[in-house]
């Protein structure tokens, strides 16, 4: 198999990214692609649910992943190998988020008219990526039992720009405190429209609903033209 | 009990980060007092690994925090209720760090000679925070387990900028892949001098170490002055 494309993001020179943003999606209904900006802190299973997602829905849908990391192509070797699919790595250079322009760099890789689904796997961090519209259909985040169920108090616009949260790592609930339904009301506190989504990736347990919800979206995006 | 005071701090107007921090550094020096950097991801564990810290070394040394946080007072509030000390929480304004400059206005509403080591508790973050010296004496950070031992590939300058690597959740090392050898590896390619400490903040496992350490530190830069 050949080597993963690693690509090295540049620093944006547009000043406007939601203008930006807003053409690099109207763009992509044009063309017919559905792209997912999926953000998360570290190491909460970006790349896991990722590779159970894909599994699901691939064969239904034409899908390629772009990982964002400041280094290393760790995740676009796994994502590849786990499903076969299309990946690049871009390398955002110590950046901690990825902008509208940026994001297009990393889509001006991948062929024109050869996938429904793009899935961009952003920098984990629960800051910056929330700032920054990458141009994205859905925004959708991760948040894994492990970090705890305070987090939408104390990074309260990463939740209010997320479509979709993601609850993972629920096979370890009983190791932790953390409180599903306390969690859910602090996420309805940032953004009462978001859906939540308890799975494990590890085992598979809930993917099923968050694969059927993405391919319920692509599907609607493409038929909406 | 008072209100925990919150204090929102304003975006730094000096040009020479690392000017103001070795200027802060010289400061605290001829004052006696030594502070810490705690830096780690979203959810790690620093709040619950600083109150077990402090209750193990509060009678001994003066001890102060101060938890940067985007939003919410919880864990000012929440150090102050289960260590009794001093803890005052700044507020970023969706920030994603603390320079030196910003370190400085916290450290403006602690009373001067009345603390030998300050905790500045960093924004979840593990990117942005260490790209910024603070003027601290020493930067610290927490890996805990559910994140991963990949980390040091993925976040190369935190775990660079690091003297003391805290491996926290050490409890479930059972649930997750995760390699405590090959961790240290992964922090040793980024920093060869780094000091590893496992702990269980929740159970108080391996946290004597690290207080050990601690105290040592502010002993030795309070006696050389």
Chains 1, 2 share one sequence.
Not at 60 to 78: G, L, N, P, T
Not at 170 to 184: G, S, T
């Amino acid at each position: 198999m050949d080597e993963v494309k690693i690509i090295e993001i540049k620093k944006s020179i547009f000043a406007d990214n939601g203008q930006d943003a807003d053409a690099l999606r109207a763009e992509l209904k044009r063309k017919g692609v559905y792209l997912l900006n999926l953000m998360s802190s570290p190491g909460s299973g970006k790349t896991t649910t990722l590779i159970q997602v894909i599994n699901r829905i691939k064969d239904r849908i034409r899908v390629a992943v772009m990982e964002a990391d400041i280094d290393s192509d760790v995740d676009a070797v796994k994502i590849r190998e786990a499903t076969g699919i299309d990946s690049i790595q871009l390398h955002t250079g110590g950046m901690c988020h990825l902008d509208a322009e940026m994001t297009r760099q990393g889509l001006d890789n991948l062929p024109d008219g050869k996938y429904d689904l793009v899935v961009l796997e952003n920098v984990g961090n629960l800051v910056c990526p929330a700032e920054f519209d990458t141009g994205a259909v859905r925004n959708a985040m991760i948040l894994s039992v492990p970090e705890g169920d305070d987090k939408p108090l104390k990074y309260p616009l990463m939740f209010s720009v997320c479509d979709v949260v993601v609850v993972n790592k629920i096979d370890v609930l009983p190791y932790f405190d953390f409180n599903l339904e306390k969690c859910a009301e602090y996420v309805r506190m940032r953004n009462p429209k978001a859906l939540l989504i308890p799975i494990c990736a590890k085992t598979g347990e809930g993917v099923d609903a968050l694969a059927d919800w993405l391919l319920a979206e692509v599907k609607s995006w493409k038929e909406n033209k």
